[in-house]
């Protein structure tokens, strides 16, 4: 799966985005999509996953509430709405697509997930 994300850029805290990440390759439909973030000097977090039918979510503590995760499998596209975005939503942020879903938010680590996108940088000014 290549996983190609976009929607990233520079805005004011309280303002809203929306990253989009379209897969091309393998069955979309057979992964568990997901998005974490990487801040500078700090290491990859979950933000977000998403199960085969887009029919149950996880989303971290920090962002619950904020953001939101969908899936359109008929365009093989995974979105993450963000809303009421804070400075420390600042960081690079990755789709990635894996085979496992976990309810819980603290199961997911960079290990559960096989393939992953390029990243998309979000900046988010006080």
């Known amino acids: 799966v290549q996983l190609q994300a976009s929607g990233g850029g520079l805005v004011q805290a309280g303002g809203s985005l929306r990253l989009s990440c379209a897969a091309s390759?393998?069955?979309?439909?057979?992964?568990?999509m997901g998005w974490f973030r990487q801040a500078p000097g700090k290491d990859r977090d979950f933000v977000a996953a998403?199960?085969?039918?887009?029919?149950?979510?996880a989303h971290s503590d920090s962002v619950k509430g904020r953001f939101a995760i969908s899936r359109d499998n008929a365009k093989n596209t995974v979105n993450l709405q963000m809303i009421s975005l804070k400075p420390e939503d600042t960081a690079v942020y990755y789709c990635a697509a894996g085979r496992l879903f976990y309810s819980g938010s603290s199961d997911y680590t960079s290990n559960s997930m096989i393939y992953w996108g390029q990243g998309t940088m979000v900046t988010v000014s006080s």
């Open positions: 998403i199960n085969l039918r887009g029919t149950a979510t």
């Open positions: 390759g393998r069955a979309f439909g057979d992964y568990v």
